[in-house]
């Protein structure tokens, strides 16, 4: 499994505590160390059957200062994965990827119930 993470994210913080408490196997990589490729993006946006919207991180200072929540409306798919692959900031994390699923984001309850 592959954990993707912001290590100075707090979220991220609980979502490593969370795994590393249940003994849960996984390699982690740093999000602005190694950003997201324009294929992983793709692969895992395929997989996780969610809105493409869901794969931005929509808090961080980098979305607000590209006014993104008024351009992403008029970009299409490609663009938009484009540009998520061009910074690990732009990305929600943590991100976990495993061999048919993807969960974007630390939610407990979808955790526990997707990941045990």
């Known amino acids: 499994m592959l954990f993707i993470w912001?290590?100075?994210?707090?979220?991220?913080?609980?979502a490593k505590?969370?795994?590393?408490?249940?003994?849960?196997a996984y390699q982690a990589r740093d999000i602005k160390q190694e950003h997201p490729t324009l294929d992983?993006?793709?692969?895992?946006?395929k997989m996780s059957g969610m809105e493409l919207k869901r794969f931005f991180n929509t808090s961080g200072m980098l979305y607000k200062e590209m006014k993104l929540k008024d351009r992403l409306p008029t970009?299409?798919?490609?663009?938009?994965l484009?540009?998520?692959?061009?910074?690990?900031?732009?990305?929600k994390r943590p991100i976990v990827v495993s061999e048919d699923r993807v969960l974007?984001?630390?939610?407990?309850?979808?955790?526990?119930?997707?990941?045990?």
């Open 40 to 45: 992983e993006l793709r692969k895992w946006h």
């Open 75 to 80: 970009m299409t798919e490609e663009e938009q």
């Open 6 to 14: 912001y290590p100075k994210c707090s979220t991220c913080q609980k």
């Open 104 to 116: 974007v984001g630390f939610k407990e309850k979808e955790w526990e119930s997707v990941l045990s």
């Open 82 to 91: 484009a540009l998520l692959a061009t910074d690990g900031m732009l990305v």
């Open 17 to 24: 505590a969370w795994l590393d408490a249940r003994g849960a």
